[in-house]
C-alpha cells in the first residue's frame, strides 16, 4: 500500500467491553509506533515495535492495554474492559528504522481510529 | 509526558502572511521534528532538523535550531488558506527512538 492504514476508522462501544484495533504499517517498514491523542492534545507514546525485538511497551497506561505484531507486520492493539478515559484517537506510525543513536527516520502516520466509549 | 511546548496555542493570519511559532523541550535531543494535522487526524511530517543543524529549509518552511537554548521555530512564509492546520514540534532524544510531542499550535490562514 501507499501509505500507512488503520482500522476501523471510527469505533463506538459500550463501557466494559474489549476492542481491537488494527495498524498496517508501510511495506518494509522495520518500526511501528502506537499513540494516543486525546482532544485537543498531542501525542502519547504507548508502545513500539522494531523488528524482531521485544516490544516497548512503557508507554501503556494500565494492564487493560496489549499490541501485539505478528510477522513483523500488521499490529493490533487491545484495550480490554473500556473505561471513558480511553476514548481518544489512537494513531500508528511506522518508520524504515528506529533506535537510539545513528540516524533517525520520518514516522509516517495512519489516519487514526476514533476511539468513543459510551 | 509531552515533552515538547509550542508557542503560541493558536494563531490566526490572512492569507499572504507568514507565521511563526515556537518550540521548547526540556531534554538533549537527537532530532526535532515538525508535523502538520488536519482536521485531527493522521499527522504528516514535515521536516526533520538534527542536533548539529542550526536552519533548515523546505519549501515555504524554515525551521531554526538552537540547543542551547533548548528551542525550535517554525516559519510559514506566504501562507494559503491549506495551511490551516494543527502544527506539532516532536523530540526524538539521544537515548531514545520514540517521539515526544508538544500540544501543537492551530493555525488558522483567513482568506
Known amino acids: 500500500g501507499a501509505g500507512v492504514s488503520q482500522s476501523p476508522s471510527n469505533k463506538v462501544t459500550e463501557k466494559g467491553k474489549d476492542v481491537e484495533l488494527r495498524c498496517d504499517p508501510i511495506s518494509g517498514h522495520t518500526a511501528l509506533y502506537w499513540y494516543r491523542q486525546s482532544l485537543g492534545q498531542g501525542l502519547e507514546f504507548l508502545i513500539y515495535f522494531q523488528g524482531n525485538s521485544a516490544p516497548d511497551k512503557s508507554g501503556l497506561p494500565s494492564d487493560r492495554f496489549s499490541a501485539e505484531r505478528t510477522g513483523g507486520s500488521v499490529s493490533t492493539l487491545t484495550i480490554q474492559r473500556t473505561q471513558q478515559e480511553d476514548s481518544a484517537v489512537y494513531l500508528c506510525?511506522?518508520?524504515?528504522?528506529?533506535?537510539?543513536?545513528?540516524?533517525?527516520?520520518?514516522?509516517?502516520f495512519g489516519p487514526g481510529t476514533r476511539l468513543t466509549v459510551l | 509526558s509531552q515533552q515538547g511546548e509550542e508557542d503560541p496555542q493558536a494563531l490566526s493570519i490572512q492569507e499572504g502572511e507568514n507565521a511563526t511559532m515556537n518550540c521548547s523541550y526540556k531534554?538533549?535531543?537527537?532530532?526535532l521534528q515538525w508535523y502538520r494535522q488536519n482536521s485531527g487526524r493522521g499527522l504528516v511530517h514535515l521536516i526533520l532538523i538534527r542536533s548539529n543543524e542550526r536552519e533548515k529549509h523546505s519549501g515555504r518552511l524554515r525551521v531554526t535550531l538552537d540547543t542551547s537554548k533548548k528551542s525550535s521555530s517554525l516559519l510559514i512564509t506566504a501562507s494559503r488558506a491549506a495551511d490551516t492546520a494543527s502544527y506539532f514540534c516532536?523530540?526524538?532524544?539521544?537515548?531514545?527512538?520514540?517521539?515526544?510531542f508538544g500540544a501543537g499550535t492551530t493555525v488558522t490562514v483567513r482568506a
Open positions: 506510525a511506522s518508520s524504515l528504522v528506529g533506535g537510539p543513536g545513528g540516524s533517525y527516520n520520518e514516522q509516517f
Open positions: 516532536a523530540t526524538a532524544a539521544r537515548s531514545d527512538y520514540k517521539l515526544s
Open positions: 531534554t538533549s535531543i537527537n532530532n
